[in-house]
């Protein structure tokens, strides 16, 4: 079935994409939304020049006023360059925006008015009006010091934000295919070394996912999840190939 992605794309009931589907690119970037009971939680929201379409698409599936949280995983201008103006449209006084706090000394600098949520001051975890707990991994040099993943307890989600991302030529959002090797050229393009990624690859092997949620490259579900985490395990990357080195 052919997906259309002028839409949002429901990963599951809860869970969005509403990123922007640039046919000349390959690297498409991928925000999400998770929509709870009572909150809304908007996931590495994007560039600004993707903003007018991603904020077409949230706003077709909610009223932007109700987003109450704002995850940003790490720094980057993809990650969340458009900070600024999503906080001006959601608009509330109580918009928390959720970040580490290496990430939050850096994102400071967009000028937003909201408060801070440091994810390490706050024993890693979230916990919404629901009771539904988001839990969040930092992963650093992956490939920021500051950077996180969110991990949705109930439905076993990893928003893994630069890790397991892909370039790909010819991009879906769902994996098919071979999806390790556009894997491969980001990781060795970004990512700093393979001990670095070996040893976060064994934390999420140790974890139940149902899906694994990238903010570049495809969305990551069954057996897919497993050879993505034993593929990167021994990839050599980053300092790794310099001078022949490998880890």
Not at 4 to 30: K, M
Not at 156 to 178: K, P, R
Request: overall charge negative; charged content about 25%.
């Amino acid at each position: 079935m052919k997906i259309d992605y002028d839409n949002p794309i429901a990963a599951t009931r809860e869970i969005y994409w509403v990123g922007f589907y640039d046919e000349t690119a390959h690297l498409h970037c991928n925000p999400y939304l998770l929509i709870d009971e009572d909150d809304i939680v908007f996931i590495d929201p994007g560039s600004i020049p993707h903003f007018p379409t991603i904020m077409r698409k949230v706003m077709d599936i909610v009223n932007p006023e109700d987003i109450t949280y704002v995850v940003a995983q790490h720094q980057d201008p993809d990650v969340c360059g458009n900070l600024a103006v999503v906080e001006d449209v959601i608009n509330r006084n109580d918009l928390k925006i959720v970040a580490h706090s290496n990430c939050v000394r850096l994102i400071r600098h967009l000028g937003l008015r909201s408060e801070f949520y440091a994810t390490d001051e706050h024993d890693d975890k979230l916990i919404l009006k629901s009771g539904r707990e988001l839990q969040f991994i930092h992963t650093p040099y992956l490939h920021s010091p500051g950077a996180i993943v969110t991990y949705d307890v109930k439905t076993q989600s990893l928003f893994s934000s630069d890790i397991f991302a892909a370039i790909y030529q010819d991009w879906s959002l769902f994996a098919s295919g071979d999806f390790l090797t556009p894997m491969e050229s980001f990781h060795q393009k970004y990512m700093p070394s393979n001990h670095i990624l070996k040893h976060c690859m064994e934390k999420f092997e140790k974890m139940e996912l149902e899906r694994i949620l990238p903010q570049h490259g495809s969305i990551l579900e069954n057996g897919n999840i497993i050879k993505a985490i034993n593929h990167l395990k021994q990839l050599p990357c980053g300092i790794d190939l310099i001078d022949g080195i490998e880890s």
